[in-house]
């Protein structure tokens, strides 16, 4: 079985729904002593920390899941193709970040955070870098932003 980060914010959104209720029914400032309730409105926090805990290991898992871009040669991730490799060594030519080691001749690592849908209905994935070149290039293309969050979207 595959656990999905939507499974685990829809459990997220279950404990804070859980947290709310006991708040609701059991946060009223306390009449009596001792007060009967303190360990309810004490499980309203365990259950809101719940939550948090179950959001975190969704945020990991999308995470995890973003697939890398792949395409047959790096980009800078900000600029996109604007990379020259020399000597194993591979400069961008706007911001002139470097990498030791020739990023332009390799497949790219990025993240893919975009899907490209070309006139044909051919559907690429690729990362922002290679979107921005794929825009200059791409006429009538739809660009997707893939929400990173979902992590597996289609
Ligand atoms: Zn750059
Ligand atoms: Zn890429």
Not at 123 to 148: I, K, N, P, W
Request: with cysteine; glycine share 10%.
């Amino acid at each position: 079985m595959t656990v999905t980060p939507e499974q685990l914010r829809a459990l997220a959104a279950r404990a804070d729904a859980l947290t709310a209720e006991v708040w609701a029914l059991c946060g009223g400032s306390p009449g009596t002593e001792p007060d009967p309730l303190v360990e309810a409105r004490q499980a309203a926090g365990y259950l809101a920390r719940a939550a948090e805990d179950l959001q975190r290991a969704a945020a990991e898992l999308a995470r995890l899941q973003v697939r890398p871009c792949g395409l047959p040669w790096g980009v800078c991730a900000e600029h996109g193709n604007t990379l020259s490799s020399r000597a194993g060594i591979t400069e961008c030519r706007v911001c002139h970040r470097t990498w030791s080691y020739d990023r332009l001749g390799r497949p790219c690592e990025e993240p893919a955070t975009w899907k490209v849908i070309d006139q044909a209905g051919t559907v690429t994935r690729m990362c922002d870098g290679h979107v921005l070149g794929a825009r200059a290039a791409a006429q009538g293309a739809t660009f997707v932003r893939v929400d990173e969050v979902a992590g597996q979207t289609g």
